[in-house]
């Protein structure tokens, strides 16, 4: 049941980033379904198989909408970054990157610096997932269109 939950919020907050970032309106139900699946992707991932690391969890997040996204801007013709900018939202490390600033301002150093480095760990993760699956994919279409 709570993955039905966090897929329903996910899948409406991607689509209000769609809204915001002015995606075209016919293509904002697919912009809710790729944040949907790489979130539960996320979920899925650190609670079944890596034992709750959300920093590779955050990895594979990003590589299923990254590949969630080019598949739909190769089917539906749009450029990909519609698809990935709003799909990648729920995957955002915002809480934690909240953490760390309130406990800058409280002083409270040596917990800041943890929370910092579980922030850049967590936003580099998931710019390696984007990249790796952009890689893949070309790779795997430049062999189909030799072959």
Avoid at 37 to 47: E, I, T
Avoid at 55 to 75: D, E, Y
Avoid at 110 to 139: K, P, R, Y
Wanted: net charge positive.
């Amino acid at each position: 049941m709570t993955y039905v939950i966090h897929g329903f919020f996910s899948f409406l907050a991607s689509t209000m980033f769609g809204i915001i970032f002015n995606s075209p309106r016919n293509r904002l139900l697919h912009c809710g379904f790729v944040g949907a699946v790489g979130w539960l992707g996320y979920l899925a991932s650190r609670d079944l198989l890596l034992d709750g690391d959300a920093v590779k969890a955050s990895f594979l997040g990003a590589f299923t909408v990254a590949v969630v996204a080019h598949l739909f801007s190769k089917w539906y013709r749009t450029p990909m970054i519609i698809f990935s900018v709003a799909g990648i939202i729920p995957l955002v490390p915002g809480g934690t990157a909240y953490n760390t600033m309130r406990n800058v301002m409280e002083k409270n150093y040596d917990a800041a610096t943890v929370h910092a480095m579980e922030v850049l760990m967590i936003s580099g993760s998931i710019a390696m997932g984007l990249v790796f699956a952009e890689v893949i994919i070309q790779l795997i279409f430049k062999k189909r269109n030799k072959a």
